[in-house]
Every structure is written in C-alpha cells, then in structure tokens.
C-alpha cells in the first residue's frame, strides 16, 4: 500500500509543474455555490473562479475545479495540503490571518476588498458620515459590523448578507454596510441601490490566493500572472460582478420621514412589478415616466387598470400614501434625471 501512496503523490506532483517549473495544470478549491465568489453554474461561475481560469490561462495550464463548501476556512485549508486541490481564493493578506498557519503562503493581491455603504439611489445615504441618526443593517460579527457599532450608530444585525439586503428592500434599514464583493453584487442586480465606498484605507483588505509553502514555484508563477493580468484582465472580471465600484458621487436628496415611508410600501407591494427604480420590468410599465398629474396617479392606483395585473389598491393603501408613492416616485424621476 505505501508503494501505491508513494507512487499517487508523484503523479500529482509530475501532473503540477515539469522539471522547469512550469505549471501545467491547476487545481482549484471552490464552492459550489456561493455567489459572487464561486459557483457550479457554468454561466455564472463567479470571480474568483474567472480569475483562476484567468491566471491559468496566462500561464498556459489547464483549470480543474475540485468542489468543496467553503464556509469552515479549516475544510478547504485541509482540502490544499492534502493536495487535492494547489490553490484556493480569497483570503487576506495580513499578518493575523497568516499567523497559525505556517504551511500555507498567499500570492500577490487581485483585488482589494473595502467597507461600503449600500443605500437607496435616492435619500442622501453616501457616506458614514450620512448614516448618523439612520437605522443602518450589518451582518454580525463582520467588519463592517465592528465598523458601524464603534461609531455608536443605530444598527440592526442580521445573521446572512442575504437577511440584511432583505432588510433593506423592506425598508426596514435605511442603508447597509458590506463588503465590496456583495455589496457590488447587490446593486448590479437591484436598480435603484448605489453602493459608495466609505474611503477609509485603514480598512481596506488586500486578497489574496493561497498555496501551499512548499510550493515556491507555484506562487511565483500565479504572482506573475496576476501581474500580467492587473491592467486590464482583473478589473473586467470585477466590473461584471459590480465590484469595482464608481466612486462617491454628491448626495442626493434627503427624503423626508414621509416619503421614506412611501419608499418603504413601493419596496414592498409595487417594486416587484415596476422595478426597484420604478422604471418599469417586463411585468409593468416606467413609473418614473408617468404623464398624468398626482390625482391622476391616484386614479389609476385605486382602481387599478382591469385585465392586468394591476389590481384596484382602494381600501389596502390610503389615499394620502399613494400621494406619498407618487412624489416619491417624482423624486426618483427628478434625482435620475440629474445623474
Ligand atoms: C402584479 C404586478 C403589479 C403590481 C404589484 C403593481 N403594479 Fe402598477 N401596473 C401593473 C401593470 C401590469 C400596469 C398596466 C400596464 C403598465 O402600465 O405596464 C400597471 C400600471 C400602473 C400605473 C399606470 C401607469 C401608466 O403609465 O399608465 C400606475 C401609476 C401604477 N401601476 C402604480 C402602481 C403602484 C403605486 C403600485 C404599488 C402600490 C403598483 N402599481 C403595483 C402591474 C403592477
């Protein structure tokens, strides 16, 4: 049996780097699905997975994923020194991360992860400075978590990005903090929602891949790629995911407590047809568009326009909200307008 071990690690080892060391093939640690960092989904692999075909591919080798959930950073450290996979992505280059881990070594940076406020397109929430005397949602125990109760803000904490995000659709927050990757993600898939970055560098995380120590030749092979692949490669992959983000642009306007209660039952009972934005989706029509005067907003709200799915409002939301939904939708309109 020892014979046969002996001769498994040295087919991996042949299979990794010839004599040169040249790297001929490349075996990813990832999960299968945790968006946007990585995922099974052939169509919608997620960056850190482009990126390691990207690295790959600069370096002339060919990309195989071993899948592996990768919540406990104890499994799929596991999963790289037993070498069933060379490289995993997304972790910190600190000193504190690196501390107990002595078998393990991280490449050169590939994109640098930041503390970001995510808010409504509308309602002034672009910076930490704008979050004061609002209810602001973070994921416990994270950075931005730490970063939101050391300012001795009014926070609500969720235990998921996902329960915080929700939280913000709801209107339940008037904004969140997160990290870029997911704060990105959110908005390019919710119109509407801007994340700012909070500009603080103290706080910036640079990321990394990490290998095995003892593969020296690997690491500076996958430190040349990255940066070969720094100019241009890098930030395209990040920008289709939303992370890279625009940088702060001057606040909107701020909304009154009453049309940010009219923001809140948009969030809730009209958005899923007519967009987060209000201009419209494949289900309803542009609101920030509409023609007719408040009154006729009204009009069409409470009695709604038979045979489609917009259905009378009369007796559910009072008539003085839905004068509140139409100037908030104005409001929209007017802000968009000056973008
Ligand atoms: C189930 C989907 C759905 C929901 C929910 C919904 N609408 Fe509609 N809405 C429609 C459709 C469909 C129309 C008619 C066709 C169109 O304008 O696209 C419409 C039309 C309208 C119009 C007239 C638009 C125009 O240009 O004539 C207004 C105003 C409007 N909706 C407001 C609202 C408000 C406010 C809410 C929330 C209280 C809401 N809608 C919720 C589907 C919906």
């Not at 209810?135 to 994270?142: D, E, L, N, R």
């Not at 690997?218 to 983000?245: E, F, N, W």
């Not at 009154?256 to 047809?273: G, H, I, V, Y």
Request: charged share 20%; aromatic share 6%.
């Amino acid at each position: 049996m020892r014979i046969l071990w002996w001769l498994v690690v040295a087919i991996v080892l042949i299979a990794t780097t010839s004599s040169a060391g040249e790297v001929r093939r490349l075996r990813l640690c990832a999960d299968p699905s945790n968006l946007p960092f990585s995922s099974r989904d052939a169509g919608e692999p997620g960056f850190e997975v482009e990126i390691a075909r990207a690295i790959a591919a600069a370096l002339e080798a060919e990309l195989t994923v071993h899948w592996v959930p990768t919540a406990r950073e104890i499994i799929v450290l596991r999963q790289l020194y037993e070498r069933r996979c060379d490289l995993v992505m997304g972790f910190p280059i600190t000193a504190g991360f690196m501390d107990d881990k002595p078998r393990l070594s991280l490449s050169a940076p590939y994109y640098v992860m930041r503390q970001v406020v995510v808010a409504s397109s509308v309602g002034g929430v672009r910076s930490l400075e704008d979050l004061k005397s609002r209810v602001v949602g973070v994921q416990a125990m994270t950075l931005s978590d730490q970063l939101v109760y050391g300012r001795g803000y009014n926070r609500k904490v969720y235990v998921t990005p996902d329960e915080t995000f929700d939280a913000l659709l709801r209107g339940e927050v008037d904004a969140v903090v997160m990290e870029s990757p997911l704060a990105g993600w959110f908005v390019t898939r919710n119109a509407g929602f801007v994340a700012t970055e909070i500009g603080d560098p103290g706080r910036d995380l640079q990321i990394g891949a990490a290998v095995r120590k003892a593969d020296l030749d690997l690491k500076a092979s996958v430190d040349r790629a990255i940066q070969q692949l720094a100019a241009t490669t890098l930030p395209a992959i990040l920008a289709r995911y939303g992370i890279t983000l625009a940088q702060a642009r001057p606040p909107g306007t701020t909304l009154s407590p009453e049309l940010r209660a009219a923001r809140s039952t948009f969030l809730t009972q009209c958005s899923q047809c007519h967009g987060t934005d209000a201009k419209g989706t494949p289900a309803a029509s542009n609101l920030q568009a509409f023609k007719g005067s408040e009154a006729d907003f009204v009009r069409v709200v409470q009695t709604g326009r038979p045979g489609t799915g917009m259905t009378p409002w009369k007796g559910l939301i009072s008539e003085e909200d839905i004068r509140a939904i139409a100037r908030y939708v104005k409001q929209l309109a007017t802000d968009s307008a000056r973008q």
